[in-house]
């Protein structure tokens, strides 16, 4: 406590201007581009809370579009409107959708109806626009009309005269949805859409308002991103059913035949596929760290790739693609976060030999070198177990105390506000595993580098990482040494 403490006395305005000047750091991710591919619009920190932004897709400064209170999530643009786009904003604790536009008029809610409203997406000719809306247990499944902007909920037609039969096993919609998770996009004729839920994948049929698991969630298996192919014959997840790590498949719809289209060693975070169908791209976890790969389909011969610097793919929140592509296929966009500098937009230009960074948020006051970049221990502890941790250290003290961070999700060798605010106090920072605690601080005591005496223990999961009040975790650290 004492090391700390004269760390903290030694220069405070030097540590209050670097806290300032962390608070003051931008962001920029959840890219989508324009019908015609001269746009993208992203979230951005870049005024304050997150709020979308656009600007043309060659560059320029961002117009912001946005200005809600809780801030806006992810962003859809219309496919037949340019300047027209759909926004998913934290109203309170609800998630509502949002018309806005790029000529800066008021934001609308797309629906009135109470609850937490989940986009599914676009027809492929742009005219209808398909939603959830879950409030409790129970979930609406919705169309808006494009021209008309009047919500309706998805229902069974009227009875016909006699018994209608139903597919063997087809399900009324409000049980397909139970355990509702997120919505996928529709089928490119809009008849179909996908939803996954705790009982598995489920295909909809939204003229007979039914839905059957096509893919059952068994043994806890995990579904995202579902997503039809552009004939709309078969439908593309991730998904790690029957292995250990998240693969892409897919379903033939007639028969319902499922194979794994692409599944290497590593586990796969995000793919995209081209609106032609003829490319696949995958995001794959590596040692923290996010390993692109372009595939041609459906041969899967790898296409010519530049390599960005090292970092990892920005997080999208439950049914949002972190990567896609320009409706052209030309541009395959994503927000990108590096271990010293901050999370931006960046693009993969198609025939490029360079990956282009398209934005560049405020830095104002943070050299690069002077933000600590992690380093990957592997290590065994004294009683045998083996574990690794990303550990970032402070150029100074020489051997500087240490502060275990653990969360419910793998920490990034990313950028981090709060780890960076750590080590301007001082500390260094090893993030663990949930589990891993124990063997990590045995292993410390044994770090001749490393003062692992009373080692401060945090939850970052109780540390908004959006928000983090950097000047408390500071003086909460110094109180707990």
Known sequence: MLLLALVLLAAPEDLASRLRHLESAGSAEAPASSPDGSRIAFV?????????????????????????PGGV???????????????LAMRGARRRLLFIDEEGAPAGEVDPAPGDQLPGGFTRDGKRFFYAVAEGSKVSLRQLPLDTRSPAEIAPPPAAAGPQPAAPKSLALAQALAGFISLGPPSPDGRAALAVTEQGLVLIDLSAARGEVIVPGDGGARFRLPRFSPDGRAVFVLTDAGRTTMGVDTITLLGRVRKTLYAPPQNLEAYAISEDGHRLAVGAEQEGETLFSVLELPSLRPQPLPVPPSGALAPAVSGESPMIWSRAGDRLLFGWRLSDDTT???????????PVRLTRSPRPGLPRESIARPKLVHAAAPDGREFSAWLWRPAEPARPRVALVASSRRMRPVFDKRIAALNFAGLAVLAVTEGTQATAQAWLRQAADLDAQKPLLLDFDRIDADRPDLAALVKGASTAL
């Open 344 to 354: 931006d937009i960046w693009a993969f230009r198609m025939g490029y030999g360079v």
């Open 73 to 87: 999530i992810a962003l859809r643009y219309a496919p037949n409107d340019p300047k027209v786009l759909i926004a």
């Open 44 to 68: 951005t920190t870049l005024f304050g809370t997150r709020q979308a932004a656009s600007m043309a897709s060659e560059g320029g400064y961002p117009n912001q579009l946005t200005d809600e």
